[in-house]
């Protein structure tokens, strides 16, 4: 790496950091989804530490009933905090510092991409209206959007390793590799990010099969790369594909988001910037492209048109990167326009979509690509106003987006007052399995319950075992205050006993009168076992064949 690059990422560092200098303020700030996000990072953390791995079963949550919350949600931003936490630093702290290295690596990882397909000054153009977004502090200071955050990092590392396998004659098994890892962690880190991103994907896929002559290798490199990716994911994906069914989820947001909160081109253009939810009277979150974004837009669009009127540049732009990524710019605003409602209602029936709006993701990332290219053709036409026109853009990013870095109001709450405010860290407990009747998860209820008189000892109290002494005078049921869900198995004495859970969705057993020596485990299912070993396999053979490339080259 040459010091001019280092000078720039240290550039986009340092500013990353005058940008969020909110996010070092004390305490955590009024966002939609912070103290979803504080739980989820104290919880993550906790079961790391008792040693589930991966993490799965709250049991803190639902008033101490238990939720199968990390089988669903997403896994990399917490990763990424536990980074901070392992220094010690609070649940709060550490959501914080997660959102600011997970805006810096975004900025890397862009610049290398762009500098790949263009130069070093576009590049330098391009990450910075990939940065200055609107949406990007909508995330960060509004939303407190971890998973939509943290996904801005893979998909320039996506689209660069993508491009390197179509480049090379053979299949690179180093750029292979590179491209199935950042589809797990985009996926890792939103999954209806990563569908967005995986549309536009196959989009520009499609496109550049069509224009190279080496089709049979680029589909050979693709079906590699997505047997990889599933067996990168698989501890994640299949289990949250198959077991959605056990759970609520279908039955709550099937009603809950029926219109997909379409936006009107208008709001795109300009929507001012407030703190409140998309459906707020007043003060509503703005979800605007940007006006540098626009300004890039539009000369991308004088820009094809020039080319298309010439006949010397006509082919080459269609050949060419700023053509595919206008087209998929256009797509993603189609997809947030009401006019897209039939697509959507096809697509309903197969996939949930909570909010449309989020391929604003993939607009930012087309726009940051469409404005290093619009730099890049104006550099190869030799328009000596190049300097004037990205000297303008940056200016306008910045002056833009002025009032969009801070945040609303600092909270001065606890993290033991952010439990206590969190059920399931889940707007509508969707992930509460089927069986399970609400209103026996009550609040301050005894760890277990039996039907006639007994005496009972805690040997062991953790988030996927319990142990109990348990001295029974009569015959009765025995009721562990846990919900059930595949997976929980009861043993007495090591002899297994099956569970009862049809009545109430809890751990509900017969046990006869006398002492027993209970022992209560969250165990892996056959599908669960499957997929963490089809992770775990997959990452050491990748490391091996790494390390013998690396020593054997």
Known sequence: MKKIDIAILLFFILTSLFTLKDLFLPDFYTSHDGPHQIVRAYYYHQLLQEGQFPPRWVAGLNNGFGYPLFIFSYHLPWLLTEIFRLFGLSAITGVKMAFLSGFILSGITMYFFQKHLFSRFPAFVGTVIYLFAPFRFSNIFVRAAIGDATAFIFPPLIFWSFDKLISDKKINYGWLILYAFSLTALLLSHAMVFFFYSVGLSVYGLYRLLLTENKINLI???????ILFI??????LLPSYFERSYTRFSQVMAGTFNNLSFLSLAKLIYSPWGYGTIDARQGAMSLSIGFAQLAVVLMVFLLIVYFILNKNYRQKMF???????FFIFLLSVYLMLPVSRPLWQIVS???????????????VFTVSVLSGSLIYHFIKLNFKLTPVIALFLISL?????RNHLRINQQLDWTVPFFLKLEKTTNSFDEYNPRWVNPQFISENAPPVNFTADFSYQTTENKSRSRKYLVNAFVDGIFTVNTLYYPGWTVYDSGRQ??????NRGLIEFPLSKGSHNL????????????????????IILTVVYLFRKKFHA
């Open 220 to 226: 050979r490199a693709n079906l590699l790369a997505f």
């Open 231 to 236: 067996s990168y994911s698989a501890f994640y």
């Open 319 to 325: 050949r060419g990167k700023i053509f595919i990524f």
């Open 349 to 363: 029936r197969y996939l949930f979509i909570d909010f449309n709006w989020r391929v604003l993701n993939l607009t």
């Open 397 to 401: 990013s910045f002056y833009a987006n």
């Open 497 to 502: 006993i099956d569970i009862d859970y049809q």
């Open 519 to 538: 022992e209560i485990i969250f165990e892996k299912t056959p599908l669960r076992r499957f997929s963490d070993l089809l992770t775990f396999s997959s």
